[in-house]
């Protein structure tokens, strides 16, 4: 996503230090650049990657550039990020002030098999469950060329036959009768081969005459600057809403980037099509908000492929990544937190990481605008029964998770724990969510073995590790030093003070001093000696007389001092 965060001077926390905080509005390819002058002062570039798109204004013409959005905060990361979200709400969000459905897909369930008697069961399963939605995935259109898989019918809108003999209109009537409401998947600017559509209208699509076409996930791009094909994509969503006004929700899918760029429309114009691909894109997405304003849609490419405030004018939602696995969301929601707010965010418990329990995919997933996709006829009755009560809780908590204010306690990417809490406006009701994340990536360790953290067959009980680890404070080879019973002497005499380099602004240790819990005992002091890190950027090392024991790196060396066979209390004066 096009958004970065800028730390202006010393580095920040969740709720100390000055933070720049931007983002580009527009759905296509983006660039920021980062200039430093002679005299020390940032330029931010913002804007239109101008690869392969250079435009030509006839007399008259106005050329709009995307909107840059920005906050400044002097307080931290976390006023930035609610700053971002408080603003998206009430003025760029479509429907940013109103509710969100959960829903069950049903993907995982069926994948591209299914016919209505499938459907309509697992809409008695949203029932159940609770939710308020049922989305209809991909695999529901094509005749001539039926969609059994991704190979083929990309393209051609109608039904299924064989699939679904009575049409959307009697999944809606059956949603209906089920107490839920129903929801489908599209993906109107794309494009199989094997299709109908392909066959009488192959200048549709996006591809260089002189090569052969490149197809990714089997299928191609149409080519949005021509307004014949705007049509064609505006008139997919209108055709379905016209015929089944019951319809309650688009997930609009995405899933190839452009490649092979050349447009036939265009002619002589090719450097404009970049450009004017996204520009038709808002020119269809205008139409169906003027015809249809209050049907929610969920913006989705191929996880993560494309997001930003200009789009979410249109949409209520977007699909943050395909991986689905809750350890790694975690990461993935606290990443998207920095600039958007969790109400735009989807989350779904899936099968993904069977390792976790269900009450973690739950909660992480509750973090989150929530869903399911996931084959309930498969999971135990416990699990089934806490997926129930789950949403129930989730109804009640969601005014304070989707409207109220956030604020990330404890990163995943600085340790083993993730914590968040919600805060209503207010401030009478709060959710926190807190989690062990240990380890991320299944890492543990063997048994049977002796490890150095836990002592060794050394001669002495004493153990002091020192040096370059090539590891930060927070990874895991120093967390699993820690954890098994190392004192990290940096945190031990400097709390979070400590330092042996410094990079583009940024203060850290890769130097380090670990001790177990005889050996702190004979500690008097430690520090890292800035002969390097705090020494101009100018001084080289090209001469071997500048190398001395301390100066041959841009690192410090870390000094510790001993007094062995004593007892010492932090702080002792030696």
Partial sequence: PSFFQFILDAPATETTGNVLVGTLAWTGNYQFTFEVDNNGVLRLLSGINPY?????????????????????????????????HNWARNYRLKDGKGTRMTLLNNWEATYFDFNEEKLAGLMGEAKKLGVDMFLLDDGWFGNKYPRSSDHQGLGDWDETKDKLPNKIGFLCKTAREKGVKFGIWIEPEMVNPKSE????????????????????????????????????????????????????FFKWDCNSPITNIWSNYLKDK?????????????????????KYPNVPMMLCSGGSGRIDYEALEYF????????????????????????????????????????????????????????????FSDMSKDDADFCRNAVANYNRMKPVILDGDQYRLVSPYEGRHASTMFVSEDK?????????????????????????????????DDILIMGDLNAYAKEDPIIMLIDGGMTDLHRYFHADSSYSYQYHGQLGYLDHALCNSTMLTQVTGMAAYHVNSDESDNYTYDKSSDLTMFRYSDHDPVLVGLKLGASISQGTDY
């Fill in 52 to 84: 392969f798109s250079e435009y030509t204004l006839k007399a008259g013409e106005v050329f709009k550039t995307p909107d840059f959005i920005f906050t400044l905060s002097d307080s931290g990361r976390g006023t930035a990020a609610r700053n971002f």
């Fill in 197 to 248: 559509l392909y066959e009488k209208h192959p200048d549709w699509v996006i591809h260089l005459p002189n090569r052969k076409e490149y197809y990714f996930r089997n299928q191609l791009v149409l080519d949005l600057s021509n307004p014949q094909v705007q049509e064609h994509v505006f008139g997919v969503v209108d055709r379905i809403l016209t015929e089944n006004p019951e319809v309650a």
């Fill in 270 to 290: 090719q450097t404009h099509l970049y450009i004017d691909y996204v520009r038709g894109l808002y020119k269809v997405l205008d139409r169906i908000k003027a």
């Fill in 316 to 375: 209520t939602e977007f699909w943050p990544s395909d991986n689905t696995d809750p350890v790694e969301r975690l990461y993935i929601q606290w990443g998207y937190s920095s600039v958007y707010p969790v109400k735009a965010q989807c989350a779904h418990v899936t099968t993904w990481n069977k390792e976790s329990d269900i009450k973690f995919r739950v909660d992480v997933a509750s973090m989150a605008k929530l869903g399911f996709d996931i084959k």
């Fill in 428 to 460: 009478s009701k709060a959710v926190v969510f807190a989690f062990d994340v240990n380890p991320r990536y299944r890492e543990h360790l063997l048994p049977g073995r002796r490890y150095l953290a836990f002592g060794g067959d050394f001669g002495d």
